[in-house]
């Protein structure tokens, strides 16, 4: 009786903060699975058919253990005998959940709680991160992982609880390792922040043992299929197949990037609508606003990161190797935040005592924010599966369908 009390007493003090927690995670959750089966005619598609085939099958997992994050999950589903359509892509849902909620974090430490909720609106409707988010691929592992470590830089910074920096900090950075071409951004991570981890190691000596053994078992598997097979090396860095082709084209894949976010878009059509630019105009033009804010606090650490991740990640994908160009998403909505942020404060500067022009500048924003997830909600819900090249690729898989059915349970 004295814990339901408790309990009861608790419900009280912080309903508000419950029903905020619930909406953030529950409103998400609800777009990312909406009609999630449905929406392709309840239909394996061809790129997620090629995912699992590597996922569900045990020896391909040892020798070739690079995107461990997408395969582990996938082949426990397995293992369990719940790999049915809705349980393999519940997967990759998770994890554009997770990488929606880490954006908003980091945000929310960045810019405040108003620039962050208007973020996060636009990161989880955003049709680019639904189209990758909602298939049972391991593309989606890139921006989670992205996410991830901003936000754990952002955390290590407040938190005292050392050992669980350390142990955090390994976990994550054997995930970078096992995804291919991130191990750079590793490397990078642990060479910027070299004072707080030798600082942290010096408050918990006795982890210091424990976290190299972790090291070292977790690497091994990594290492012994990069020596029996030399080829993974190539994968492990982010390059093609072929390094001569990675740097071959180099500037024309970057070119490219822009005018996928700007203008043509991408030709895959299992993706999204083809030829359609990934941004829409409020987007992109709060993303090179959030980009010029940034350049004028350029002594402040968030600029130093983004730079960094943005020339490093860009260059991956320029590369023309394993790297999506859906790793750029936490950056490009990073920026984003950051221009709606500049966007609010000068027009509170201006009226910072008139309620009512702050009332009006708010509104502006929502119904401009709203405005974009409204497009993107369309554009992936409604226009996505009624394009010509969409429809196609629904009829190869339905044609394919009698060759997966040892992938799925039904």
């Known amino acids: 009786m004295k814990q339901f009390r408790r309990i009861r007493a608790w419900v009280v003090n912080y309903w508000q903060g419950i029903v905020f927690g619930a909406a953030l995670v529950g409103a998400p ?16 598609l061809t790129r997620e058919a090629q995912a ?17 994050m997408f395969k582990l999950p996938e082949y426990a589903l397995k293992l369990a005998k719940l790999n049915t359509l809705f349980g393999v892509r519940l997967i990759s849902v998770c994890f554009a959940l997770i ?28 049709s680019w991160l639904l189209a990758y988010g909602r298939l049972a691929t391991p593309d989606i592992v890139y921006p989670l ?20 920096v350390m142990v955090g900090g390994v976990l994550l950075g054997l995930a970078f390792v096992y995804t291919s071409g991130l191990i750079w951004l590793a490397i990078m991570a642990i060479t910027w922040q070299r004072r707080i981890i030798l600082q942290r190691i010096a408050d918990a000596p006795r982890l210091t043992v424990t976290i190299l053994v972790i090291v070292a078992v977790g690497i091994s598997p990594l290492v012994l299929a990069s020596i029996l097979r030399p080829e993974l090396i190539t994968q492990v860095a982010g ?7 990675s740097f071959a084209n180099l500037g024309i894949r970057s070119v490219d990037i822009i005018q996928q976010f700007a203008v043509q878009g991408h030709q895959e059509a299992e993706i999204g609508i083809v030829n359609v630019a990934l941004l829409d105009i409020f987007t992109y033009v709060m993303a090179i606003l959030g980009l010029f804010t940034l350049f004028n606090s350029r002594r402040l650490d968030r600029f130093k990161v983004i730079t960094a991740l943005l020339v490093v990640v860009w260059a991956l994908v320029s590369l023309g190797g394993p790297v999506p160009v ?36 708010l509104s502006a924003i929502g119904v401009a924010v709203g405005l974009s997830s409204i497009y993107h909600l369309q554009r992936y819900f409604i226009a996505w599966p009624e394009a010509p090249a969409t429809t196609e690729v629904l009829q ?15």
């Open 99 to 126: 990488t929606a909620l880490a954006i908003y974090y980091v945000a929310r430490q960045w810019y405040g709680n108003k620039t962050a909720i208007a973020t996060l609106v636009m990161t989880v409707t955003s």
């Open 326 to 361: 859906i790793a750029l998403f936490p950056i490009v909505y990073l920026l984003t935040g950051a221009g709606i942020s500049r966007l609010l404060g000068d027009w509170l500067k201006v009226f910072p005592r008139n309620p009512l022009a702050r009332t009006i500048g």
């Open 396 to 410: 190869i898989a339905r044609t394919n369908a009698p060759y997966y059915e040892n992938l799925l349970q039904y």
């Open 145 to 164: 992982l992205l996410s991830l470590g901003l936000a754990y830089g952002a955390w290590i910074r407040k938190t005292k609880r050392s050992g669980l």
């Open 52 to 68: 699992l085939g590597g996922a569900f099958n045990k020896q391909i997992i040892f020798e070739n253990p690079l995107q461990l």
């Open 239 to 245: 390059l093609a197949s072929s390094p001569n082709d």
């Open 29 to 44: 959750l609800f777009v990312l699975v909406y009609r999630l089966n449905t929406l392709t005619d309840r239909l394996l």
